[in-house]
């Protein structure tokens, strides 16, 4: 447990000082809602700029007209030097999760630190990442800033960064009445009867259910019907612990059946057993209720 402070170092009004050249385009560029690095004479990009490069010592500061343009020459005719426009994107390199942030953080809620090197950039900056989860976070996450609309001229002018939206949700609602095709209406016509129709290819003999009037694998038109089921192999299932409005009750199984005479397998709610019995290849039974399927059950021993 730190015990707690005896000394304070404050400037009462704020500690002062100039920013000089580079450090000042940085900061006048963050105001108008742009980030720019400085580039150095072995053409790296600064981010943020610094008055020296580091590896070498030079100044990063060219003489005005030597090199690198400004962006705007005819507004900006002082500033000469090979400021960069980068971002605003960026990529995390590195990050740590700060929960609970602490009183001066720049987030109210729990954040990360990250170094994040922006694009066009050879160098990381460090910044709030506002990912709401840790489990949002990792290397290579693409970020871009929050900009706040009362722009000082600070590096907190950048609130923080935030995730690339790479989802949406949409709201999707469509009624719909499906009127059964010469197909599907065969196929439910045969379930009215408890039968499973099925179409076999008159070229190369596959079985399909439901009844389909072409072969998916050859092309070849279907008008062979035959009569699969009612008992199948379950191939694949999930157990579902989130209540579906055709399932109420959970845990749930919808399981892959292959019914007898079929090659290709159906999907159907399987109960009358424990979820945790369910097993590859367990031998199941279509229950029929008022003219369709109600689901499949274990095939009971005669
Ligand atoms: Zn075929």
Redesign the pocket.
């Known amino acids: 447990m730190p015990s707690e402070p005896n000394h304070i170092l404050e400037f009462p009004g704020g500690y002062t000082r100039s920013t000089g050249p580079v450090i000042g385009r940085f900061l006048t560029e963050l105001r108008a809602g742009r980030i720019v690095g400085v580039r150095t004479a072995a053409r790296k990009v600064l981010v943020p700029p610094l008055e020296y490069d580091p590896e070498t010592g030079e100044p990063t500061l060219t003489t005005p007209g030597q090199t690198g343009p400004v962006r705007d020459p005819v507004r900006e005719p002082a500033l000469s030097y090979d400021f960069v426009e980068v971002g605003p994107a960026g990529t995390v390199r590195e990050w740590t999760w700060v929960d609970p942030p602490r009183k001066n953080h720049p987030l109210d809620r729990p954040f990360a630190w990250a170094l994040i090197r922006l694009d066009g950039a050879d160098t990381s900056l460090v910044h709030a990442v506002d990912a709401g989860t840790v489990k949002a976070m990792r290397a290579g996450l693409r970020v871009w800033p929050r900009w706040r609309p009362d722009r000082v001229g600070s590096i907190t002018d950048i609130e923080c960064f935030v995730p690339e939206v790479t989802t949406i949700v949409a709201n999707v609602r469509t009624a719909y009445t499906v009127t059964p095709g010469g197909a599907l209406g065969r196929y439910l016509d045969g379930l009215s009867r408890n039968v499973f129709l099925a179409g076999q ?6 079985v399909y259910v439901p009844y389909r009037l072409s ?6 038109v ?1 008008d062979d019907e035959v009569e699969v089921g009612p008992g199948g192999s379950v191939t694949t299932f999930a157990i579902n612990n989130l209540p579906d409005p055709r399932a109420p009750q959970v845990p749930f199984v919808s399981a892959y059946i292959l019914l007898d005479g079929a090659d290709i397998p159906i999907i159907a709610l399987l109960a009358e057993v424990p979820a945790g019995e369910v097993a590859e290849g367990m031998r199941v039974r279509a229950v029929f209720e008022g003219g369709t399927v109600k689901w499949f059950a274990p095939e009971r021993e005669a």
Do not use: A, D, F, L
């Not at 290819?201 to 596959?206: G, M």
């Not at 072969?215 to 070849?220: E, F, T």
């Open positions: 290819c008159p070229t190369c003999r596959s072969c998916p694998q050859c092309g070849s279907i």
